[in-house]
């Protein structure tokens, strides 16, 4: 693999478009490069030879992974909360959740939608490299994911992962079990480098296709009921210790709520300039955990819709904007506790999607990745941010988002 300049293909195919006024001098040079280009395409593209993700040879879905099994189903939990203190009576409870829909979590099928979307993109834009997928607590494992991408030749891989925002959970939680997967393939005599995208809550590829999807849905109701709905924001509840030290981890950050609240906020404001109407909207939170007696953030979805209904409120869009995919928690405790407590309030609920495959969406990630492989390569390249103008960093700053129990060695980080 070369170190990659300018791609001469990309500037010819920009100059040569349908529709591209052709300058009369450089006429055939053009129309010879176009043709190495075309015989290129047809003798189909190897990873070594594509620069533009250098010095990647693949990018790696990297997920939370669930249950596909009810047998799978006590095993994943046990996993998931090693050492973290959740009391019996809620792991049963999540056990049932999961039970009733079969003990199948749907979160692997949408990441394998996920990945089949991110590969088209890529194909679309004649990037050929792999893009593969490994899961934290349930198959493709990602340290077996990564062992047999080594085994095929790679040193180097790219992480983008299916949390947007910023806290031990969403973060840090993700680097360490990269590091721990990177030291047990290392024990193996297997040697990877991984990197990571940065925390994308802003990338326009998901803030403003949230926005877009939250539009809609209000529209939706306004033209079926003639009334505009009050916006209902919603996303993982956390230990408020948890909130208070995301960010710079000096129990100042509370960085997790305040990056929801700013894209509520943006997406509200969008949200009423484009319909010329006034919206009101509140950010929430579900799936509380832990113990009673430990703070979680609040206000709870379901207690809010009751606060609302109690304030004359008829008509609720629910923005899951917390969440990439519509995974057990959101067809859970929103598809079916938070629609149960509107059916009981006789208050209409309209959920609207979780961005999935939505096409920006992708798009986003997949110039999410080629910006990270730019900036690994030390290019200056612009970082498009919506709402705000602060891109998080890719490589973590020092004592980020901390874990809060034991400190442990974390990947794609400074520290
Ligand atoms: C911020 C956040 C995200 C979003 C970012 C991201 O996507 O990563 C997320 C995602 C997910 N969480 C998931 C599942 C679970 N989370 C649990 C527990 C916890 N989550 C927490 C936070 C988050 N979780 C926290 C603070 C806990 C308490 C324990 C602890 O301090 O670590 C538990 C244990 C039982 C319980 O306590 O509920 C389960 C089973 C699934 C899979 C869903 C499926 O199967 O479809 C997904 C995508
Ligand atoms: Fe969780």
Request: proline share 8%.
């Amino acid at each position: 693999m070369t170190q990659p300049t300018v791609d001469p293909a990309d500037e010819t195919r920009a100059a040569s478009g349908p529709g591209a006024d052709l300058p009369p001098g450089p006429v055939e040079p053009v129309r010879a490069a176009e043709d190495e280009v075309v015989a290129e395409m047809e003798e189909g593209l190897s990873h070594e030879d594509d620069t533009r993700l250098f010095p990647y040879q693949a990018v790696v879905l990297t997920s939370f992974g669930g249950p596909e099994a009810p047998e799978e189903v006590m095993p994943f939990l046990r996993r998931v909360t090693a050492g973290r203190g959740i009391p019996d009576e809620r792991l049963e409870a999540v056990a049932e959740h999961y039970l009733h829909f079969g003990g199948r979590s749907p979160i692997n099928d949408q990441n394998r939608a996920l990945v089949d979307a991110l590969r088209e993109e890529m194909e679309r834009r004649e990037i050929s490299l792999p893009v593969l997928f490994g899961n934290r607590n349930s198959e493709p494992f990602l340290v077996d994911t990564l062992r047999q991408a080594v085994d095929e030749g790679m040193t180097s891989v790219l992480a983008l992962t299916t949390s947007a925002y910023s806290c031990y959970s969403s973060c840090r939680q993700y680097r360490e079990d990269i590091a721990a997967a990177v030291d047990e393939l290392a024990a193996e005599g297997r040697t990877v480098h991984v990197d990571k995208v940065r925390q994308y809550w802003n990338h326009p590829g998901f803030s403003r296709a949230n926005a877009r999807i939250v539009t809609e849905g209000v529209r939706a109701v306004r033209e079926r009921t003639g009334t505009t709905p009050h916006v209902v924001f919603v996303t993982h509840s956390l230990p408020t210790a948890m909130d208070d030290t995301s960010g710079p981890g000096d129990s100042e950050g509370n960085l997790y709520s305040s990056q929801h609240r700013q894209l509520a906020a943006a997406i509200t404001a969008e949200a009423a300039s484009t319909l010329g109407v006034e919206v009101e909207h509140d950010l929430t939170y579900c799936s509380r955990s832990g113990p009673p007696s430990q703070p979680w953030l609040e206000p709870d979805v379901n207690d809010h819709l009751r606060a609302l209904h109690g304030r004359g409120v008829e008509h609720v869009v629910l923005a899951p904007i917390g969440f990439v995919s519509d995974h057990m928690e959101v067809v859970f405790d929103l598809d079916t506790e938070a629609q149960e407590t509107a059916q009981e309030l006789g208050l209409d609920l309209l959920r609207v999607p979780t961005v999935g495959t939505d096409t920006e969406f992708v798009v986003g990630l997949v110039d999410l990745v080629l910006e990270r492989a730019a900036q690994a390569r030390a290019e200056d390249v612009p970082l498009p941010t919506w709402p705000g103008s602060d891109p998080r960093p890719a490589v973590c700053l020092p004592g980020c988002c901390p874990n809060l129990r034991v400190a442990k060695p974390a990947a794609c980080g400074s520290d």
